[in-house]
């Protein structure tokens, strides 16, 4: 059984910077495809980071390419979302996620993602 944990979360001013780490166990971590998606207030859960197993592959969701940045360190089950130019839409609780096993593409959907953390606030104030 996979567990993850996250961390990092906070309250930060508009244009600033948080970074985020989510701490896996209980399973091969280097094997997985890992992702983070976000809740904002009165939103449905979406998409915003995946990672390849490696390293080598990463995807973002148009409202954050270019602000954030996910990356792993498999040495140490741990997986990254490096945030800056914080905005207030950015608002939400963001959920580290894992598919559990190595795959060939990168999963956008929450549905393709097995295991989940249980989420850590970051608030934006304007």
């Known amino acids: 059984q996979v567990q993850l944990v996250e961390s990092g979360g906070g309250l930060v001013q508009a244009g600033g910077s948080l970074r985020l780490s989510c701490a896996a166990s209980?399973?091969?971590?280097?094997?997985?495809?890992m992702g983070w998606f976000r809740q904002r207030p009165g939103k449905e859960r979406e998409f915003v980071a995946t990672?390849?197993?490696?390293?080598?592959?990463?995807y973002y969701a148009d409202a954050v390419k270019s602000r954030f940045t996910i990356s792993r360190d498999n040495a140490q089950n741990t997986v990254y979302l490096q945030m800056n130019s914080l905005k207030p839409e950015d608002t939400a609780v963001y959920y580290c996620?894992?598919?559990?096993?190595?795959?060939?593409?990168?999963?956008?959907?929450?549905?393709?993602?097995?295991?989940w953390g249980q989420g850590t606030q970051v608030t934006v104030s304007s």
């Open positions: 996620a894992t598919t559990g096993r190595r795959l060939a593409g990168l999963p956008l959907s929450e549905y393709e993602y097995n295991y």
């Open positions: 209980g399973g091969t971590f280097s094997s997985y495809t």
């Open positions: 990672i390849s197993w490696s390293g080598g592959r990463t």
